[in-house]
């Protein structure tokens, strides 16, 4: 039927459907889903120190691993999120994949070093595991309950110390990685009992032991 009058174009004319916007995958790139991507991330302690250890080595972040979110790392994520941008324009790629490919090509180190720091924590067994072994070659004998408990919080203590740091810098188009350790957890265990009264009595008695036996006492 062909429409005569303008009210007869009205009556009969057919809505036109109307697209909307879809919240798109933590990788599709639209505003909304990347406010989205953000919060979710806020709100996980893991996520949080896992993409700062990210966009640290990546160059973007600067300060220090943490399990907080903050104004800070949410401007590494926005330098990220523009550079992902602009790449993906020419060759889409998702964000993971993105941090990951800039840590090997230096893509965000162009503004100074980017440094990240290794911390060993030790659980309870691990601990426990380690000042066994010192006091065993140190006193020659088990360690207590109550050593165990002291001497794990003291390694909890230097976690910081003991933290290797990975300093990243870009020059030239080439990137370098130098690694520098911290103290030894072990040789601090070994310092701390040598130094107790136990411990000095242990080594006096060896270095008698040793004498004598250079003298052939025994």
């Given at each position: 039927?062909?429409?005569?009058?303008?009210?007869?174009?009205?009556?009969?004319?057919?809505?036109?459907?109307?697209?909307?916007?879809?919240?798109?995958?933590?990788?599709?790139?639209?505003?909304?889903?990347?406010?989205?991507?953000?919060?979710?991330?806020?709100?996980?302690?893991?996520?949080?120190?896992?993409?700062?250890?990210?966009?640290?080595?990546?160059?973007?972040?600067?300060?220090?691993?943490?399990?907080?979110?903050?104004?800070?790392?949410?401007?590494?994520?926005?330098?990220?999120?523009?550079?992902?941008?602009?790449?993906?324009?020419?060759?889409?790629?998702?964000?993971?994949?993105?941090?990951?490919?800039?840590?090997?090509?230096?893509?965000?180190?162009?503004?100074?070093?980017?440094?990240?720091?290794?911390?060993?924590?030790?659980t309870p067994e691990a601990a426990k595991m380690l000042i066994e072994s010192v006091i065993k070659d140190t006193l020659g004998r088990k360690a207590t309950a109550a050593e165990i408990v002291k001497y794990t919080s003291?390694?909890?203590?230097?976690?910081?110390?003991?933290?290797?740091?990975?300093?990243?810098?870009?020059?030239?188009?080439?990137?370098?990685?130098?690694?520098?350790?911290?103290?030894?957890?072990?040789?601090?265990?070994?310092?701390?009992?040598?130094?107790?009264?136990?411990?000095?009595?242990?080594?006096?008695?060896?270095?008698?032991?040793?004498?004598?036996?250079?003298?052939?006492?025994?």
């Amino acid at each position: 039927m062909v429409a005569k009058t303008a009210d007869q174009a009205r009556a009969t004319a057919k809505p036109v459907p109307v697209n909307t916007p879809q919240t798109g995958s933590p990788n599709s790139g639209t505003t909304s889903d990347f406010t989205d991507f953000l919060r979710t991330i806020s709100k996980s302690p893991a996520l949080i120190s896992g993409y700062s250890k990210l966009l640290k080595s990546a160059g973007y972040y600067k300060g220090k691993i943490t399990s907080k979110y903050s104004l800070a790392l949410q401007k590494a994520f926005s330098a990220a999120e523009q550079d992902r941008a602009e790449l993906s324009a020419i060759t889409p790629i998702g964000r993971d994949e993105f941090l990951k490919q800039a840590i090997g090509q230096g893509t965000g180190s162009d503004k100074g070093p980017s440094v990240v720091e290794d911390i060993t924590a030790y659980t309870p067994e691990a601990a426990k595991m380690l000042i066994e072994s010192v006091i065993k070659d140190t006193l020659g004998r088990k360690a207590t309950a109550a050593e165990i408990v002291k001497y794990t919080s003291n390694l909890k203590k230097i976690q910081q110390q003991a933290a290797s740091t990975t300093t990243y810098k870009t020059v030239g188009g080439k990137q370098t990685r130098v690694t520098t350790p911290g103290i030894s957890e072990q040789q601090y265990l070994v310092d701390q009992i040598s130094g107790t009264d136990e411990g000095k009595a242990n080594k006096i008695l060896g270095f008698y032991e040793t004498f004598m036996n250079a003298l052939g006492g025994r």
